[in-house]
């Protein structure tokens, strides 16, 4: 429940691992992570599926139409992308830091035609190598297409009622205007609701040792306290303070 977000590369890391379809597909695999990542819930594997669009040379595209994509999957329009999730236009180039990719590319233009998909340094902004195709995928956690956020909105006045002060979240999400910490209400961008990590990665065993299992206990108590501070200073003061969501929307149940 804190304001702060992680990383854009911590995101887009986990985003490679939960997008990869080597691993969801194959049916013997070991994931390793931590007790964290463990009690936390995931978005439905059905919700996420199916939204790439693939970028192929020589082939022509609409270049206003793409930047209307990108906008309307939640990537930032950047004077230069520095991380992932951003993109930049100028003239017939287009730079793109796809979510899950290690590194940024550069579309070259001629008219409607891609003439070339070339990797790029974000600090020197110097293009180098290329390749003939690029999968453009939308983030996941929370995603920020028009769609998820009107979702959200309802969602947010369904549990909390209308709200009128412009500097909550809600309103600022409505501007599609991305807050820091916005992950924590991340099960009201989603139609269904969040599952777990067992059965978003199919996992028949669990192994982990005594010392894991109670940490894993004590995290949920940890946050299950740190949710009642904050319902009781959202009931204190409804108008300006953001309403916290349940913690069985997010996390593990004890």
């Given at each position: 429940y804190s304001y702060t977000s992680p990383s854009k590369r911590n995101i887009s890391d986990r985003f490679k691992i939960l997008i990869n379809s080597n691993i969801l597909n194959t049916k013997h695999k070991i994931i390793i992570t931590s007790y964290k990542a463990l009690v936390a819930l995931l978005p439905d594997r059905d919700e996420i599926e199916n939204n790439n669009y693939i970028l192929k040379?020589?082939?022509?595209?609409?270049?206003?139409?793409?930047?209307?994509?990108?906008?309307?999957?939640?990537?930032?329009?950047?004077?230069?992308?520095?991380?992932?999730?951003?993109?930049?236009?100028?003239?017939?180039?287009?730079d793109i830091w796809p979510v899950g990719e290690n590194k940024p590319y550069r579309l070259d233009f001629f008219g409607n035609s891609l003439e070339s998909i070339k990797e790029f340094d974000p600090i020197s902004q110097i293009s180098k190598g290329g390749i003939k195709k690029l999968i453009i995928s939308q983030n996941i956690e929370p995603p920020f297409t028009k769609e998820s956020v009107h979702i959200f909105i309802a969602k947010y006045r369904d549990l909390f009622g209308a709200v009128t002060n412009k500097k909550l979240l809600v309103n600022k999400v409505k501007n599609f205007i991305k807050p820091d910490g916005i992950e924590h209400w991340m099960p009201l961008f989603y139609k269904k609701k969040l599952i777990t990590i067992f059965d978003y990665f199919k996992i028949d065993t669990i192994i982990f040792n005594n010392q894991s299992l109670s940490a894993a206990y004590e995290y949920i108590d940890e946050i299950n306290s740190i949710y009642e501070d904050e319902a009781n200073s959202y009931n204190l003061d409804l108008d300006n303070v953001n309403g916290p969501i349940n913690t069985n929307l997010l996390y593990l149940e004890r």
């Open positions: 040379c020589n082939n022509n595209y609409n270049t206003n139409e793409l930047i209307s994509y990108l906008v309307n999957k939640g990537y930032n329009n950047a004077s230069l992308v520095l991380e992932p999730n951003e993109f930049s236009s100028r003239g017939g180039i287009i």
